[in-house]
Structure formats: C-alpha cells, structure tokens
C-alpha cells in the first residue's frame, strides 16, 4: 500500500466537481489498449460504446461530486439508445448523453454536446474542477475556456492516444490505464498494484 500522491495537493476537499466523458473516444481507445487481455471484472465495457470503472470513482471520492455527464453514439433505434442510457445510469453516471450514429458516419454531437455542457455549467459556477475525461486536441480551447471561467481542468485519459497539447493545456493530468486494465485498485487514501 502507498500513499496517493497523484491529486493535486492544492485543491480543497470542499471544491465542487464535475466529471465530462468522452465515452466513444475513451471506448475506441480502450479496445487498442486491451488488445488480448480479458476485461477485468471491476470494468464495465461495451465495445465502442463505453467503459467505465469505479475505480475511477475512487480518484474524486474526498471531493463533492456533483455530477457525471457520459457522451457516446450507437448504431440503431430508440430501444437500443434506451438501453445504454439504463447501463451508463446503472454506472452512477448521472447524465448519460447517448446519440444515434449513422452506419458509416461519423458523429460530431458528442464533442459539441461535451463542450456545450462543460462550458454552461462553468459560466454557471456550477463546479470548481472540471474533469475532463478526453484526449484529443481539439478540447484544448475548451479547456482553455473553462479555465478563463476561473475553473480549474484535471484531465484523464491513457498515455496511448493523449494529445501532448491537451496534457500541456490542463492543470493536471492522470494516466487512467492501469485502472481500467486491472493493475491499480483503489480507495481512499492508499492505492495497490497488482
């Protein structure tokens, strides 16, 4: 057992924090990281669509969470769209933003709509930190905008795939790899390797 050192120690436990995920994004990247390996049993994953980890919860758990927006696309129906919503709830994650994704095309409603939210609810001084859990270049402006909101961004996402912009960007940063395959567990205050 060690002691976490990896949260910022200048933050106060009383901050108000939001969690933003681009769910397709950390899906599609989390199935080139998984490779062979088994999905370990604390790792909630659906192909594309999602993955997602108590653990993860574990990394906020001395903070007031106010809320976890989740953002991905499917292929198919309402009744499918429904059913993700009900698996991402069943998650703890309070505001699942699932879209319907044409066969073949690509969507651009989860980037706008994390965007769109992020920076609604930092000019609402809705929360202190904004986790935002993304890698791709492209949220750099938005994070630089949450920031010139007076927010504070921690960023999460794996090593593999981070852009180094976004990781220059953010005021911290947190390699989640380990966690979702399995090799770091968590709870407050101590953390154990496998």
């Not at 960007?169 to 966690?179: E, G």
Request: charge should be neutral; aromatic fraction near 12%; charged fraction near 25%.
């Amino acid at each position: 057992m060690y002691p976490l050192y990896y949260l910022p120690t200048y933050v106060h436990t009383s901050s108000k924090i939001m969690v933003f995920i681009d769910g397709e994004n950390l899906a599609i990247r989390y199935k080139n990281i998984l490779k062979d390996r088994t999905v370990p049993k604390d790792v909630a994953y659906k192909e594309n669509l999602y993955v997602w980890s108590h653990q993860l919860d574990n990394l906020v758990e001395s903070y007031t969470v106010i809320r976890k927006y989740y953002y991905t696309s499917v292929q198919g129906a309402s009744p499918k769209i429904e059913s993700i919503i009900d698996e991402l709830k069943a998650l703890g994650i309070e505001v699942p933003r699932v879209f319907k994704k044409e066969k073949g095309r690509s969507t651009k409603r989860v980037d706008i709509s994390l965007a769109t939210d992020m920076l609604t609810q930092a000019h609402r001084k809705n929360f202190d930190i904004a986790v935002l859990v993304a890698g791709d270049e492209d949220y750099v402006p938005l994070v630089e905008s949450i920031m010139a909101e007076g927010c504070r961004v921690w960023l999460w996402f794996f090593n593999e795939g981070l852009s180094a912009a976004l990781q220059r960007t953010a005021d911290y940063y947190r390699d989640i790899t380990k966690i979702l395959l399995g090799e770091e567990r968590l709870s407050l205050g101590t953390v154990t390797f496998k």
